[in-house]
Structures are given as C-alpha cells and as structure tokens.
T-cell receptor, first 114, second 112 residues
Framework: DTGVSQDPRHKITKRGQNVTFRCDPISEHNRLYWYRQTLGQGPEFLTY????????KSRLLSDRFSAERPKGSFSTLEIQRTEQGDSAMYLC????????????FGPGTRLTVT | KQEVTQIPAALSVPEGENLVLNCSFT??????LQWFRQDPGKGLTSLLL?????REQTSGRLNASLDKSSGRSTLYIAASQPGDSATYLC???????????FGSGTRLLVRP
C-alpha cells in the first residue's frame, strides 16, 4: 500500500494560465476528496467523489474549478485562468468503504500563482 | 453551520511534559472526529479517529477524548518529545455530509 499520491508536488504558474493536478487514491478506496489549505489555516473542503460520481461541491469551487474522476480511480483538479488568490496547498484524501470513513491524505500540491 | 475552534493556536513546552490540545465544535450532530498531524509544507497524517458513539481512543502516547454534548475533544500527548513538534489539526464530519470541517490547528514546539 503506497498511500495517496499527488502530482506535481509543486507548481508555479503565471496568472491567467490553466493548471491541472492529479491524485491517485489508496487502492480500492472508493471515496476521494479535494481540499485547499492556505498558510496558517486548516484545510477547506472543495469536492467529494464516490466512485466516479461527484456527490458534493463547496461554494469555494467556482466555475474556474473543475474536478473529475472518470473511472472511479484517479482524479484530476483543473483550475482555469488562475488568479493570485488560488495560491495554496491542494490536498487530496481518500477513504474506504465501510462505516468508519477515516480519511487518508496525500502530500499535497503547492500552487504558486505569480 | 459547523465551526471548529482549536485553542491554543501555539504552544511551546520543554521535552518530557504531558500536554493537552483542545478542540471545540458548535454542532453536536457529528459522525466522527479525527485528529491529524501536519509537518511544515507536508500533507496530513491521521493520528486518531473517534466515532460519535465513542468517548476516547488511544494510540501509543496519544489519547483523544470526545464529549459530544459539550462539543469538545482533547488530544493528550504524554511525555512529549522534540519529534512531536508539528501542527495538530482536529476535524469533524457531520452526520449529513462526508466532508471534514477543520480547525485552524495548534502549532506545537517541544524544546529539547
């Protein structure tokens, strides 16, 4: 079991560019989550998938943000027309089926928009 | 609306001390509560998860308690070590949602 992996680990982009992040959950975890964390704050929920279905989205997920999990395995998070306010750590987590729903987090992708 | 608060925001203690980190939440209709550790610039490591029906969980030198009715959880760290230095975050999951709602964390420094 290799844990949740995220790619890239760091991304620097210019304002107005599009970026895409990838998350690979723990094998056989059917639930996948995206969070965003800014300096000195706790993570904030963005969206949640159960298998390939996106079941919950935060108001933080503006129309510039889109997430997919096409085959119920890995997920991508795309930000279009990036703004300086998008600079943050983007965290992915997964949890297995069952009643406990403990979430396991990846190392995160740090985005810097210049 | 569920809000999670962690006090203190920062804590500095000498090595060997026992310490308590506090977490409070405003809505008692929670499904579970998780405590995490985060090292600078890194992801989150799950430390303990307490289901809403449980009162406490233990793992090694860590003990977490939950009092749903008062909206409080504590994380007790025994015999602290410099390697325990990190930010500790608590997060609650409500009955009606799968998302976690986080506090802002307690930044812990254990001095040798």
């Amino acid at each position: 079991d290799t844990g949740v992996s995220q790619d890239p680990r760091h991304k620097i982009t210019k304002r107005g560019q599009n970026v895409t992040f990838r998350c690979d959950p723990i094998s056989e975890h059917n639930r996948l989550y995206w969070y965003r964390q800014t300096l000195g704050q706790g993570p904030e929920f963005l969206t949640y998938f159960q298998n390939e279905a996106q079941l919950e989205k935060s108001r933080l997920l503006s129309d510039r943000f889109s997430a997919e999990r096409p085959k119920g395995s890995f997920s991508t998070l795309e930000i279009q027309r990036t703004e300086q306010g998008d600079s943050a750590m983007y965290l992915c987590a997964s949890s297995p089926q069952g009643a406990v729903h403990e979430q396991y987090f990846g190392p995160g992708t740090r985005l810097t928009v210049t | 609306k569920q809000e999670v608060t962690q006090i203190p925001a920062a804590l500095s203690v000498p090595e060997g001390e026992n310490l308590v980190l506090n977490c409070s939440f405003t809505d008692s209709a929670i499904y579970n509560l998780q405590w995490f550790r985060q090292d600078p610039g890194k992801g989150l490591t799950s430390l303990l998860l307490i289901q809403s029906s449980q009162r406490e969980q233990t793992s090694g030198r860590l003990n977490a308690s939950l009092d749903k009715s008062s909206g409080r959880s504590t994380l007790y760290i025994a015999a602290s070590q410099p390697g325990d230095s990190a930010t500790y975050l608590c997060a609650v999951r409500r009955d009606s949602s799968y998302k976690l709602i986080f506090g802002s964390g307690t930044r812990l420094l254990v001095r040798p």
